[in-house]
């Protein structure tokens, strides 16, 4: 119970259905049955199994539940409505590595080493091309900011709301200076994977049909330090939450990272029966509960004694693009193809070459990058559900968005076939027939000449790729060739035969990758 892993757990109670009433004898399943006054026969399900290794059900049965003042001990875990709880458990990232800092545009002036993470990553941000910005707390309030190439001061305002924003791991930065300079936003890290800073309504709108490298926005409705399982309901409990939610049916989802006597199961019930109660005594009325497929889902985050509580506003990821139709075995995540876009510094004026481009990702999101068009047209956000938030007005500002028309030079070059025809049919799929051109090329063989050199190397897990030879191979026709910089995505940054100027290690999947940024 003390294991300082991480979890997520999540919280569903069980609603009576009247199916579950049959003529005596029906039980057919094997579960234990109960007489009925009318004379019918109530099947029971069968008790679980052991949810995860260690854990007893009837040692959790035997722990108290609050309910108000008054402790019970049943037979079986239920709520005040005399529900079951079903209880489910995910696995989440289990580590923190100190976060690389993303290198903000040209007009900012170089502050130098990275004061938080220099020493432990080994990043000489001095020797980069763009000057670096710390994103801590301190260091972020009222720090100069990059926006078309000036350096101001931040204007402050008075925020509706807090925000959280989730992107992907290691490359926080890059997600931060986005944030900066759709909204203004002045973001840092919360933990691992998510931003935090302050906006209003309408900036919600605004990310949620322009931002590229977010997966998902949620507003905070509880924030504050914890010692133990019941300071987690009451925090909850004494929130606005009940002014956040509509009348729907809701869900939790808990992650729980450090040394604590409870799990995040634990953590997604207490916030659950927290939003019921103070639900329940602000409006009389008992909020349904869903975790199969809810209307409101919550997000409860406890990092060692720090515990937040936020509501999403999203729905499904931004990361999930429409044009994805033909997927590649090992395709690249959209939001971090374009997170390795804004790390190699590419504008729509300079050339580009993916020199292993599958189906395409890369050199599709720069082309709807450079022409500015929504990357999730399709969006029907979570926040239409909730009170404060206007759905129809969000839809009114994205339908009105208008897009540019740049004279671009993208190259997706891919040796095989079957991903050719992929990357056409994706191409057309998000609207850029003319924003780049598909060309048959092996990229051991084919000499490159381009500003910029934007590539998810093959892993060799699934191909069986003797990568030493094919990275050797493709980096000498690197430096054969003209070449401004390479962005690499691999999982073998150590075959790789150059000095990187900048690396960033993330998370991919349950693999350990690198982004390797080298200026020859």
Known sequence: MGDPSAARGRLHARRPRDDLLRPRGADGRGGRSARG??????????????????????????????RGRHVHR?????????????????????????????????????????????AEGGVDLGRARRPARDLSVAATRGAPTAQSGRVFVRRHRIAAVKLLATTNGGLESIAAAEICDLVDGDASVHHRGVLEFDADVEDVYELHYRSRTLHRLMAVVADGTVAELEDVYALTARSSIPDRLPNEEFGVVGTRHGSHEFTSV?????????????????????????????????????????????????????????????????????????SMLEIAGWTSDESLVDPMAGSATIPTEAALAATEAVPRPDLDPAFDALPGYDGERFRRLRDDHTEKSPTLDIEAREKRKRWRHCARVNREAAGVEDGFEIVEADAREASIDADCVVSNLPFGIRTGTDLRELYGAFVDRLREGDVGRLVALTTKPNLIPIEPTVRYDIPYGRLDAAIVVWEP
């Not at 679980?48 to 035997?62: K, S």
């Not at 990361?319 to 690249?332: G, N, S, W």
């Open 74 to 118: 049943p037979n079986r875990r239920r709520d005040d409505a005399h529900r079951r709880y079903r209880l489910l458990h995910r696995l989440d990232v289990q580590t923190l590595d100190p976060v690389p800092v993303r290198h903000l545009g040209r007009g900012v002036r170089d502050e130098g080493r990275d004061r938080e993470h220099g």
């Open 266 to 338: 634990d953590v997604a019930e207490r916030v659950g029966q927290a939003t019921i109660d103070a639900y329940r005594d602000a409006t009389g009325t008992r909020l349904p509960v869903d975790l199969d497929d809810p209307t409101v889902r919550l997000e409860a985050y406890l990092y060692d004694d720090r515990f937040t509580l936020a509501v999403d506003l999203t729905g499904e990821s931004l990361h999930k693009r429409p044009y994805r139709i033909c997927e590649h075995d090992a395709p690249v995540r959209a939001t971090l193809a374009y």
């Open 37 to 66: 006054a009318d004379g019918a026969t109530e099947r029971r399900r069968p008790r679980h199994r052991r949810l995860r290794p260690g854990y007893d059900e009837r040692r959790a049965d035997a722990r108290p539940v609050h």
